[in-house]
Structure formats: structure tokens, C-alpha cells
């Protein structure tokens, strides 16, 4: 995938043509051997030899790794982590991740992000996550 997508990123870039690159979660499935023996940190290098731009977390990621595996999870990755409705149990979002994005492409059209995890709200709260939909 990482080289697909680093030879899609070349065709575009090539016509002069805008291009993002998004992960939208689940990346670190942990039937995969790979995300089992390290613990998504080898997910994190295949996403950061990739031209991602942007990611959010899916339950694979967000309700499979402990809290302590997650907070460290995205901590030597090359692009920004977008999830608007996560947050510790006292409602800070962590520091590895943002609620949104703004990207204006090299073509002026700016482009709003936000990210968000599916609401297994059961799961999270046993982690020591908290789920928040409304501000």
C-alpha cells in the first residue's frame, strides 16, 4: 500500500494536480502479526513511509491497544492524528491528537477536516477513554 500510494502521489504531483492522503482508522488490526509484536509501532512506520497527510482512529485502534499503548502509539509519527471526540476521563484531549484540520492546497481550495472514532462508548470508558459528541 505504502508504495501504491507513494506511486499515486508521483502520477499527481506530475499532472500538477493536487493530492491528499487520509488513513481513516483501522490500520492497526491486531490479528495482523505485524501490530501484534509491535504494538502498532510498525504500522506507524508503513503510514510515515506513505505520503499520508491525515489520519483518525478506528475501534481497531482505539479499543484494542491499552490507553497507555495508545497515547504512545502516534508518538514518532510524520503526519497529524485528527480525532475531535476523544478524551481522557477528565475531557483533555491528548496530546497526540487535534479535532480538525485546515488544508489549503496548492491550488488555493482550502479543505476543513475533522475527525472522528466510532462511539463504542462501553469499551472506551473500560480503557480510561471518554467519548464526547457535543461541545
Same mark, same amino acid.
Given at each position: ?11 499527481? =504531483? ?16 491486531r490479528?495482523?502479526?505485524?501490530? =501484534? ?5 510498525? $504500522?506507524? =512506520? ?17 479499543? +484494542?491497544?491499552?490507553k ?16 475531535? $471526540?476523544?478524551?481522557?476521563? $477528565?475531557?483533555?484531549?491528548?496530546s ?7 488544508? +489549503?492546497?496548492?491550488?488555493?481550495? +482550502? ?7 466510532a ?6 470508558? =473500560?480503557?480510561?477513554w471518554?467519548l464526547?459528541?457535543?461541545?
Amino acid at each position: 500500500m505504502s508504495t501504491i500510494s507513494r506511486q499515486k502521489k508521483v502520477l499527481h =504531483e506530475d499532472r500538477n494536480e493536487d493530492v491528499l492522503f487520509f488513513d481513516l482508522g483501522d490500520h492497526a488490526d491486531r490479528v495482523h502479526a505485524i501490530t =501484534e509484536a509491535t504494538s502498532g509501532q510498525g $504500522n506507524i =512506520e508503513l503510514l510515515n513511509a506513505s505520503p499520508v497527510n491525515y489520519v483518525t482512529i478506528g475501534n481497531n485502534e482505539g479499543i +484494542t491497544f491499552s490507553k497507555d499503548s495508545l497515547d504512545h502509539l502516534y508518538d514518532q509519527a510524520k503526519f497529524d492524528v485528527i480525532v475531535a $471526540n476523544l478524551f481522557n476521563e $477528565n475531557y483533555v484531549r491528548p496530546s497526540w491528537c487535534v479535532p480538525s484540520r485546515i488544508h +489549503t492546497l496548492q491550488s488555493g481550495t +482550502t479543505i476543513g477536516m475533522l475527525g472522528l472514532t466510532a462511539a463504542f462508548y462501553p469499551f472506551y470508558t =473500560e480503557l480510561g477513554w471518554s467519548l464526547k459528541t457535543q461541545s
